[in-house]
T-cell receptor, first 112, second 112 residues
Framework: AQSVTQLGSHVSVSEGALVLLRCNYS??????LFWYVQYPNQGLQLLLK??????LVKGINGFEAEFKKSETSFHLTKPSAHMSDAAEYFC??????????FGAGTTVTVRA | SQTIHQWPATLVQPVGSPLSLECTVE??????LYWYRQAAGRGLQLLFY??????ISSEVPQNLSASRPQDRQFILSSKKLLLSDSGFYLC???????????FGEGSWLTVV
């Protein structure tokens, strides 16, 4: 069964610092992996996705993620945090029947 | 382009009252449709999904039901709300043959 684990429920970074959100997956087959962002009181917005093409995936708002099969990881990064990056981030894996299994989420706060 | 709308955005209902949340997708045909719930401390939980008109699959036993009376319309209902039904409800869709699930704006339900 496919599932994801997000390490760290809260991450606090300074404005301009690196943002690193960790996600590990378990899957019996090469998965489709996703990162979504949720701003307060809003729905989820797709940041980026991995669908077995390039292992380094670039998304919106300057985020990128790297699929590492050997580490079963799909960590999300952004070189320089902006105040507008404060949100909750979800890693998700798509199951064979087109349903998503989500991690517990990581809340990012950005310090001025 | 495709869009998804759900309403109402916010709802406060007394215990024992009925519920109807609606979701409509535009710009696509025969999508997979999903209802997720996001409750405090419990992450994102898939409640129902549908692959076609009148076809509903329930993921978890609960006080809620779903219906799909038209190809692009998905309704979440309850005959009698419980306090535990409070949460943020998200409708989502997947293009037939695609691999990415997109989410609506969400509906806040508070049962009092």
């Amino acid at each position: 069964a496919q599932s994801v684990t997000q390490l760290g429920s809260h991450v606090s970074v300074s404005e301009g610092a690196l943002v690193l959100l960790r996600c590990n997956y378990s899957s019996s087959v090469p998965p489709y992996l996703f990162w979504y962002v949720q701003y307060p009181n809003q729905g989820l917005q797709l940041l980026l996705k991995y669908t077995s093409a390039a292992t380094l995936v670039k998304g919106i708002n300057g985020f990128e993620a790297e699929f590492k099969k050997s580490e079963t990881s799909f960590h999300l990064t952004k070189p320089s945090a902006h105040m507008s990056d404060a949100a909750e981030y979800f890693c998700a894996v798509q199951k064979n029947d087109y349903k998503l299994s989500f991690g517990a989420g990581t809340t990012v706060t950005v310090r001025a | 382009s495709q869009t998804i709308h759900q309403w109402p955005a916010t709802l406060v209902q007394p215990v024992g009252s009925p519920l109807s949340l609606e979701c409509t997708v535009e710009g696509t045909s025969n999508p997979n449709l999903y209802w997720y719930r996001q409750a405090a401390g419990r992450g994102l939980q898939l409640l129902f999904y549908s692959v076609g008109i009148g076809q509903i699959s329930s993921e978890v036993p609960q006080n809620l039901s779903a219906s799909r009376p038209q190809d692009r319309q998905f309704i979440l209902s309850s005959k009698k709300l419980l306090l535990s039904d409070s949460g943020f409800y998200l409708c989502a869709w997947l293009q037939g043959g695609g691999n990415t699930i997109y989410f609506g704006e969400g509906s806040w339900l508070t049962v009092v």
